[in-house]
């Protein structure tokens, strides 16, 4: 069965650092689009990172350019997040998201909190 697992969320004080990991299986990884997404209460869910099929192009929503860094390792079929110097306001579930390439399959994670707070 197609699977994504995300880990690595947690409580961390602001200016701290996390890194994300989705973990996929049952289907083939490296032709897959990965993204990050995130929801936080009452808010819409957004669109956080994407990454192309074979690991170029990263983009990022402008809320945390400079600060967020993703990548994929498709020997390990894994997609991280690495989060540095966090705010309050990345508190959020973060979702990891596979679309296959030309509009194909789509999967969602189940999600992993981050709380950032004092």
């Known amino acids: 069965q197609v699977q994504l697992v995300e880990s690595g969320g947690g409580l961390v004080q602001p200016g701290g650092s996390l890194r994300l990991s989705c973990a996929a299986s049952g289907f083939t990884f490296s032709r897959f689009v990965m993204s990050w997404y995130r929801q936080a209460p009452g808010k819409e869910r957004e669109l956080v990172a994407g990454?192309?099929?074979?690991?170029?192009?990263?983009s990022y929503a402008d809320s945390v350019k400079g600060r967020f860094t993703i990548s994929r390792d498709n020997a390990k079929n894994t997609v991280y997040l690495q989060m540095n110097s966090l705010k309050p306001e990345d508190t959020a579930v973060y979702y990891c998201?596979?679309?296959?390439?030309?509009?194909?399959?789509?999967?969602w994670g189940q999600g992993t909190q981050v709380t950032v707070s004092s």
């Open positions: 990454i192309s099929s074979v690991g170029g192009s990263p």
């Open positions: 998201k596979a679309l296959q390439s030309l509009y194909g399959s789509v999967y």
